[in-house]
C-alpha cells in the first residue's frame, strides 16, 4: 500500500484536489476585524450627539486584518479628528479599544469601549460668542 499524505495547499489546487473552503479562506486570507453591532451602537450614539453639537461632519469605517477603525471629520476632505480603534492583539495587554487624535497620540485605552468613548464626555467645546 502506498503512503499516502496530502500535498502541500499549492499542489492541491494544481492537482484538482478538494479542499474544504473554509480551511482554504482561514489559510490564505483571514477575515478582516470589525466592530460588532453594540459597538457600533455604542459609538454611533457618540457620533450622533456630536454632529447634533455641530463637532463633527462625516465618518469614515475601515476593517482592516488587524483592526477596525471609526474615523471621524469635522470636513470630508481633511485628516480624521480622531480614530477610534479596536485592536483585538491589544485585548490582553492595554484593552482592544482606544482613541486617537489627529497627532497619533493615544487619549485613551482600556478594555471597555463604553469607558473609552468617556473621552468625548469631557472635552471641551469652543464657545461662540
Do not use: C
Not at 453594540?38 to 483592526?67: F, Q, S, T
Not at 495587554?93 to 468613548?117: C, E, F, P, W
Amino acid at each position: 500500500m502506498a503512503n499516502q499524505t496530502e500535498p502541500p495547499a499549492g499542489e492541491a489546487l494544481s492537482q484538482g484536489i478538494v479542499v474544504d473552503l473554509r480551511d482554504y479562506r482561514s489559510a490564505r486570507d483571514p477575515l478582516p476585524v470589525t466592530f460588532d453591532r453594540r459597538e457600533l451602537d455604542r459609538i454611533l450614539w457618540v457620533y450622533g450627539r456630536m454632529v447634533g453639537d455641530g463637532e463633527w461632519r462625516d465618518y469614515a469605517l475601515d476593517h482592516l486584518k488587524d483592526r477596525a477603525v471609526f474615523s471621524v471629520f469635522k470636513r470630508s476632505g481633511e485628516m480624521p479628528l480622531f480614530r477610534i480603534e479596536k485592536n483585538p492583539k491589544l485585548a490582553a495587554k492595554q484593552g482592544a479599544y482606544s482613541v486617537v487624535n489627529t497627532h497619533g497620540m493615544i487619549l485613551k485605552r482600556g478594555h471597555d469601549l463604553a469607558q473609552v468613548l468617556k473621552v468625548f464626555d469631557r472635552m471641551f467645546k469652543v464657545i461662540k460668542s
